[in-house]
């Protein structure tokens, strides 16, 4: 899972019906993403690196199927902790520290309230995001897609997101990628997402005897693995719905 702004991947398994499912929340690229827009290379931060947010989506996707408690209740510690804070952590100050580093130019966190100079141990309030959670508890889904959220990020991305790349985001729900790893099964997020890397090198190294091999030839193999499972990312990986990904055909025995 990720922020508001980010994306969330669930694979779930439902124990009285035994069904398994996979809630891909990746966003879709916006409107204004066409390749004319970017010229040599594809902006790092801001509007112009994001899809839309499919994190909420996703919340909600799961909530109507497996959900017991109302929003309110879910999201409530979510909402205190913005609203009076947290201690910043050691690896919250460094994320902090590093990103400075690296996009020194970049008004990232002084735009979210938060004192980029933390210690560890200081507190972290974000009044805007208790503001938003609620909003989300209160009024549901459509509070960020279609409602005041939605006019916020249109608003705050000087157009790079439109109402309607947010209204017409929906969550996948699918049947997850399954392989059988020495007679265990493990279930992996379809495409677009990249589960399909690790199903392959299960595939790979199934007949080795791993426990038999040295470290060095039991991660020798599964870096060779892994390479191949790159490879062929790279060459068929796409989104299913512009694009034809056999995926079966990777994961097949053949």
């Known amino acids: 899972a990720s ?86 952590t050691r690896d919250f100050v460094m994320r902090i520290k590093f990103f400075k580093q690296q996009f020194p130019e970049n008004d990232f966190f002084a735009d979210m309230g938060i004192n980029s100079n933390l210690e560890i141990g200081d507190l972290v309030v974000q009044k805007d995001l208790a503001k938003t959670l609620r909003l989300i508890a209160s009024q549901g889904r459509d509070a960020f897609y279609k409602g005041a959220i939605a006019d916020l990020i249109v608003s705050g991305t000087d157009g790079w997101f439109n109402h309607e790349d947010l209204a017409k985001h929906t969550t ?60 062929d990312r790279n060459e068929i990986l796409a989104d299913p719905e512009f694009t034809p990904v056999d995926v079966d055909r990777i994961l097949s025995d053949d």
């Open 172 to 231: 996948r729900v699918e049947k997850p990628l399954t392989v059988d790893y020495k007679g265990y099964q493990v279930h992996g997020q379809p495409p677009p997402t990249q589960g399909m890397i690790l199903m392959e090198e299960l595939r790979l190294i199934a007949h080795k005897d791993i426990k038999s091999m040295s470290v060095v030839d039991r991660v020798h193999l599964m870096v060779e693995a892994k390479k191949l499972g790159f490879v």
């Open 3 to 88: 922020q508001l702004g980010g994306d969330a991947f669930l694979i779930t398994h439902h124990a009285k019906t035994k069904e398994n499912l996979a809630f891909n929340g990746s966003g879709e690229a916006g409107h204004s993403a066409v390749r004319s827009a970017f010229g040599d290379s594809i902006d790092h931060h801001g509007p112009r690196s994001s899809t839309v947010p499919g994190t909420v989506s996703t919340w909600f996707a799961a909530h109507e199927r497996y959900g017991n408690l109302p929003m309110e209740t879910i999201l409530a510690p979510a909402i205190r902790y913005a609203e009076e804070g947290f201690a910043a």
